[in-house]
């Protein structure tokens, strides 16, 4: 089956920079993927890694290390608006877009 | 804008009654669809994977004669909660595979209160 951890909470002012781990325990896997979402709203996509590495998308990167089942979200030059809850997500075994997600970790931006 | 779209966002019924949850894909055609539900203040958990033309695979733990999905048509899955109690309370959310490409777009979600 699959696993997923990461914790329950980050709190940082405007303009820090915070980092979300994210370890995983899978079957197969296919993919770290990172996923914002408000309250009340639907999940919206940040991110995605495959291959080891960092992948940087503005404001936000991402990293994966496979070896390590380890992977991380990087937040810069944090907003008001990036108070949201943060999860992470694997392929289930079998489908890359079947997806387990981690209980997520919300993020609360402090002015 | 969106590319996935549910519907109703919002709906209350009381204990007893059946309700129907549309997922549509706007302008793509969408093989695979995931339904996934949500409790307030907890992560997705996966229902069951829709697959076109055929019967949904359920995840362990979730009743198929409860939650009926039918998945007719390359643009359109459907989420019947039957005889919905309150504790079938929830937001319930769906996902949606562009054939070919294999992007994953996911729907707005769909809030379901059962009184």
């Known amino acids: 089956g699959q696993s997923l951890e990461q914790p329950s909470e980050v709190t940082a002012v405007e303009g820090a920079i915070v980092q979300i781990n994210c370890t995983y325990q899978t079957s197969g896997f296919y993919g770290l993927s990172w996923y914002q979402q408000h309250d009340g709203g639907a999940p919206t996509f940040l991110s995605y890694?495959?291959?080891?590495g960092l992948e940087e998308t503005g404001r936000f990167s991402s990293f994966l290390s496979r070896s390590d089942s380890y992977g991380y979200l990087l937040l810069q030059e944090l907003q008001m608006k990036d108070s949201a809850s943060y999860f992470c997500a694997v392929g289930s075994s079998g489908s890359a877009r079947q997806l387990t997600f981690g209980s997520g970790t919300q993020l609360t931006v402090l002015p | 804008g969106a590319v996935v779209s549910q519907h109703p966002s919002r709906v209350i019924c009381k204990s007893g009654t059946s309700v129907k949850i549309e997922c549509r894909s706007l302008d793509f055609q969408a093989t695979t669809m995931f339904w996934y539900r949500q409790f307030p203040k907890q992560s997705l958990m996966l229902m069951a994977t829709?697959?076109?033309?055929?019967?949904?695979?359920?995840e362990q733990g979730v009743e198929k004669d409860k939650f009926l999905i039918n998945h007719a048509s390359l643009t359109l899955s459907t989420l019947t909660v039957t005889s919905a109690h309150p504790e079938d309370s929830s937001f319930y959310i769906c996902s949606a595979m562009r054939g070919g490409t294999g992007e994953l777009f996911f729907g707005e979600g769909s809030r379901l209160t059962v009184l």
């Open positions: 829709s697959n076109e033309g055929s019967k949904a695979t359920y």
């Open positions: 890694n495959a291959l080891d």
